[in-house]
T-cell receptor
């Protein structure tokens, strides 16, 4: 079973920041938090990952709470192309099996 | 740099038949993982191949089998197809020894009638 809990769906206005929460209260000390997204009928796409510190790349920012029991993925200026299912995954080894939950369906509205 | 490719893109089979799906990994990657994604659900791990050997398996019956070739491309074989095998089959490649991501192909949509 997935070790993460995410809301099933969220809406966000185009141009605004999309904040996607993820709970992972049973995360272990050696587990990373990974975020992927899947645009309709395509393969999942890596977004970002982190262990303890907040991370930022060209796609998004990842904020991890100090106790590491939850995190938030931030898409700073959402566009219609960001409409997708977003998956939060915790894993000690990103090269091994990833256990996926149902994800959050994010709909960006014009 | 060539990304992960999968073939065919779509496939229709009947119950009881056998199917082979193919995956070419990204250049420089030595690990291939296969996932099954039913409609409306997250992907489920089938198995992983590393240097031509199975390196872990999810909760799938033995009629799901695989191969990895010296060039690190891979095949997924499913025997005695069942209606519930209808799904999107995803292949992902990666390199061991890093905390980098898995790169996914576009998937093969299998329909079993």
């Amino acid at each position: 079973d997935a070790k993460t809990t995410q809301p099933p769906s969220m809406d966000c206005a185009e141009g605004r920041a999309a904040n996607l929460p993820c709970n992972h209260s049973t995360i272990s000390g050696n587990e990373y938090v990974y975020w992927y997204r899947q645009i309709h009928s395509q393969g999942p796409q890596y977004i970002i990952h982190g262990l303890k510190n907040n991370e930022t790349n060209e796609m998004a920012s990842l904020i991890i709470t100090e106790d590491r029991k939850s995190s938030t993925l931030i898409l700073p200026h959402a566009t219609l192309r960001d409409t997708a299912v977003y998956y939060c995954i915790v894993t000690p080894d990103s090269n091994y099996q990833l256990i996926w939950g149902a994800g959050t369906k994010l709909i960006i509205k014009p | 740099e060539t990304g992960v490719t999968q073939s065919p893109t779509h496939l229709i089979k009947t119950r009881g038949q056998q199917v082979t799906l193919r995956c070419s990994s990204q250049s420089g990657h030595n690990t291939v993982s296969w996932y099954q994604q039913a409609l409306g659900q997250g992907p489920q791990f089938i198995f992983q191949y590393y240097r031509e050997e199975e390196n872990g398996r999810g909760n799938f019956p033995p009629r799901f089998s695989g191969l990895q070739f010296p060039n690190y491309s891979s095949e997924l074989n499913v025997n005695a197809l069942e209606l519930d095998d209808s799904a999107l089959y995803l292949c992902a490649s990666s390199s061991t020894g890093s905390t980098n991501e898995q790169f996914f192909g576009p998937g093969t949509r299998l329909t079993v009638l």
